[in-house]
T-cell receptor, first 112, second 108 residues
Framework: AAGVIQSPRHLIKEKRETATLKCYPIPRHDTVYWYQQGPGQDPQFLISFYEKMQSDKGSIPDRFSAQQFSDYHSELNMSSLELGDSALYFC???????????FGQGTRLTVV | EDQVTQSPEALRLQEGESSSLNCSYT??????LFWYRQDPGKGPEFLFTLYSAGEEKEKERLKATLTKKESFLHITAPKPEDSATYLC?????????FGAGTTVTVRA
């Protein structure tokens, strides 16, 4: 079965650089979520999209932005990177807003 | 404030030693409670969805139950491959809020 695909799997950036993370949800899933997970922490909700419109916003820094495109893939853009942004970033998709979300394997971002 | 609390933080079991994990929540407008399994460096893997008090779901050695204020994940006769972090998440306002997880280690 198709799963959520994230790219790249690993990314190393320097402080103050910009990073773009991509997510390809499971086909026919209309909801996409982005989460950040620091070492030893639980996933923290960043932002979600429903039918390509921003649905909810969590603890997402102003330096981060996200969008969902016409083909339903989503991108998380992160600017002015800080050391504290180093984490695993997960994308998840759901058939609708009231059902379980399926997670991708994540992008490990390291800021040096 | 909405909260999800999991206990214990860590659980060390001998192979075959059954136990239970707890997830208590205080959220308004609960739309669903979910259990996930997460291996180190991997994405959370969906296990169960529970929507109403009294509901139970089973999968192999795992069984999840739900009351009005908490959920339990029972692990029966665990095997070493059940070692992982088990995350509970509640859905409200169309987003998932996770607990801190219980890290389960099963020794052969």
């Amino acid at each position: 079965a198709a799963g959520v695909i994230q790219s790249p799997r690993h990314l190393i950036k320097e402080k103050r650089e910009t990073a773009t993370l991509k997510c390809y949800p499971i086909p026919r899933h209309d909801t996409v979520y982005w989460y950040q997970q620091g070492p030893g922490q639980d996933p923290q909700f960043l932002i979600s999209f429903y039918e390509k419109m921003q649905s909810d916003k969590g603890s997402i820094p102003d330096r981060f932005s996200a969008q969902q495109f016409s083909d339903y893939h989503s991108e998380l853009n992160m600017s002015s990177l800080e050391l504290g942004d180093s984490a695993l970033y997960f994308c998840a998709s759901s058939p609708d807003r009231n059902t379980e979300a399926f997670f991708g394997q994540g992008t490990r971002l390291t800021v040096v | 404030e909405d909260q999800v609390t999991q206990s214990p933080e860590a659980l060390r079991l001998q192979e075959g030693e059954s136990s239970s994990l707890n997830c208590s929540y205080t959220v308004s407008g609960l739309r669903g409670l979910f259990w996930y399994r997460q291996d180190p460096g991997k994405g959370p893997e969906f296990l169960f969805t529970l929507y109403s008090a009294g509901e139970e779901k089973e999968k192999e050695r795992l069984k999840a139950t739900l009351t009005k204020k908490e959920s339990f994940l029972h692990i029966t006769a665990p095997k070493p491959e059940d070692s992982a972090t088990y995350l509970c998440a509640v859905q409200h306002d169309y987003k998932l809020s996770f607990g801190a997880g219980t890290t389960v280690t099963v020794r052969a």
